[in-house]
């Protein structure tokens, strides 16, 4: 494993955003930020830009409008930048599947590397999935 | 001197949903505030009309998370207005206790918020400890910590266990003293009285031109809250105060929120321990044709719901007013005259809630619009009427 992704894994920071969400998913991210949850335990911090980040939380369902913003946030990201996406409309927009204003599931316009399902996601689900997204990058390398 | 332009959004750290201001500024001063949404449009009406009556219920407490509570009170509201009915009085408590449980969660997101905002994150991280106290409290009764699923056309979904009430009812009782002291740092902090007073001044004139609707209304003096105008549900059989200030400023905000905290404990006590018995659920069978109104006084202030039935099991029309439609456009009155750091919390004091206020607008790629819901409906209703005269239908 080289250096830099070493340092990477042990602070993951994340950059949280919302694409057209119910706000649930949102405020479970932030949930897990604040004292119950906890997840700076994990090294995880919540990045200012998206150029200081390591993990993109993705929640809602691409709209028309955010899923271009998305896109070209994605291609700021320093790589390797790892998408996760959390609740079911991101998975696979849930509800919101045949809506005129959602026309593509998150993974076809960015690569997703972490999908935690939940509407919304407990933020234990939310840790888990992180913890787990970590090892699993640690066990391929 | 020049004006600049500093834009906001759409994808802040600050905001936890994408919306996008541009503050025009002269020096420090801001002269002049725009604001664009749409970023979380997801058409929530339309899709209301592909689905029954009762699956709608879920869809509407997905039009945002914080008033998971707030849309299906207004939208079952509107669906028995209908018919019309009267839900019985057991279900009618517990839709009350529900709601006020959201109310003081709400709330305390809002104050964890403000302090965000204003870089206090003691504050942020201390009120969300507690805010997960009443979270637990909802995951007793409901069985989810935020989407509650409690509502349907009728009646409620689940009852509340014997067991369960002397539970929640100590949870409850045990957050009381930490608000208590929440309340007596928040204000007595002299740097918060500094910072919140006398600035996003909203006055009684302006707050009725506006419309502004629930604490942004009461804050400037405006006497609103349709628990009281309109009772219903158990608000009527239930003693409590509805909290009322003059001067329009952030502080007051704030403070008509701590206030409306305990007021609303004291709803879901009073609801918990008279809980009557009963049935929970009417079950509806069928609605007839005709159109309902619904109501009911979010954290935000009032949410209103208009359905359309002919007859089916769908609703025909379902329209949505949620309380920031009104609230927000009160920056354009707030926030010029103030510095850039004043406008972040004068912006968050109406306690804005985007996914609920979300509307479309076409726009071509020269930024010119083009359509606007009313040219989209008349679109869509000429292409009717063509469609109409091609088949020979009258
Ligand atoms: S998955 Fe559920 S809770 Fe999360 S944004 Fe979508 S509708 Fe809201």
Not at chain 2, 50 to 63: A, G, H, N, V, W
Request: net charge neutral.
């Amino acid at each position: 494993m080289s250096l830099k992704l070493r340092a990477l894994l042990k602070s993951p920071w994340v950059f949280h955003l919302a694409t057209g969400s119910c706000n649930n998913c949102d405020i479970e991210v932030l949930d897990c930020l604040t004292p119950r949850f906890d997840i700076e335990r994990f090294g995880m911090l919540l990045a200012p830009s998206i150029k200081h980040a390591d993990i993109l939380l993705v929640t809602g369902s691409c709209n028309r409008k955010s899923a271009i913003r998305l896109e070209r946030l994605y291609k700021q990201a320093p790589q390797p930048c790892l998408v996760v996406a959390i609740g079911e409309c991101s998975m696979s927009r849930g509800m919101f599947i045949h809506s005129y204003n959602c026309p593509l599931p998150l993974d076809k316009i960015v690569p997703v590397s972490a999908y935690i399902p939940g509407c919304p996601p407990k933020p234990e689900a939310i840790i888990a999935g992180a913890v787990t997204l970590i090892q699993t990058i640690k066990g391929t390398l | 001197m020049a004006k600049s332009v500093i834009p906001i959004g759409p994808f802040h750290p600050l905001q936890e949903e994408p919306e996008f201001f541009t503050l025009t500024v002269d020096g420090e001063m801001v002269v002049d505030i725009d604001v664009a949404i749409g970023y979380n449009h997801r058409g929530i009406e339309k899709l209301s009309e592909m689905k029954t009556f009762d699956q709608s219920t879920f869809l509407i407490e997905r039009i945002c998370g914080i008033c998971s509570t707030s849309h299906p009170f207004a939208y079952t509201r509107a669906v028995e207005d209908i018919i019309p009915v009267e839900v019985p009085e057991r279900a009618k408590y517990i839709r009350t206790i529900i709601a006020e449980g959201e109310r003081i969660h709400s709330h305390l997101l809002w104050l964890a918020l403000a302090g965000h905002f204003l870089g206090y994150n003691t504050v942020y991280m201390w009120v969300w400890k507690l805010r997960e106290e009443i979270l637990d409290v909802m995951e007793i009764l409901s069985g989810n910590r935020n989407n509650y699923a409690m509502f349907k056309p009728g009646g409620v979904r689940r009852d509340i266990k014997a067991e369960d009430i002397p539970v929640v009812a100590k949870k409850i009782d045990s957050i009381i003293p930490t608000v208590n002291r929440l309340k007596k740092a928040i204000l007595d902090d002299p740097v918060l009285h500094a910072r919140l007073k006398g600035i996003g001044i909203l006055t009684k004139e302006e707050a009725l031109d506006y419309c502004a609707l629930g604490p942004t209304s009461r804050a400037s003096g405006v006497a609103k809250d349709v628990r009281k105008d309109a009772p219903y549900g158990a608000y009527d059989q239930v003693e409590w105060d509805m909290i009322v200030t003059e001067n329009g400023d952030v502080w007051d905000k704030a403070v008509i929120r701590i206030l409306e905290t305990y007021e609303s404990i004291k709803i879901v006590k009073h609801c918990l321990t008279n809980l009557p018995d009963g049935e929970i659920d009417l079950n509806i069978k069928d609605i007839p044709p005709g159109e309902g109104i619904g109501a009911h006084e979010a954290p935000r202030g009032e949410t209103f719901h208009y359905v359309r039935s002919d007859g089916t099991n769908r609703p025909a029309r379902h329209k949505v007013r949620a309380p920031t439609f009104m609230n927000l456009p009160t920056c354009k009155a707030t926030v010029p005259g103030y510095t850039v750091s004043d406008a972040t919390i004068i912006l968050a004091a109406i306690d804005p809630c985007y996914c609920c206020t979300e509307r479309v607008a076409v726009v071509d790629t020269k930024g010119k619009q083009m359509y606007n819901a009313q040219d989209l409906i008349r679109l869509s209703q000429e292409k009717t009427q063509s469609l109409k005269r091609k088949m020979g239908i009258k």
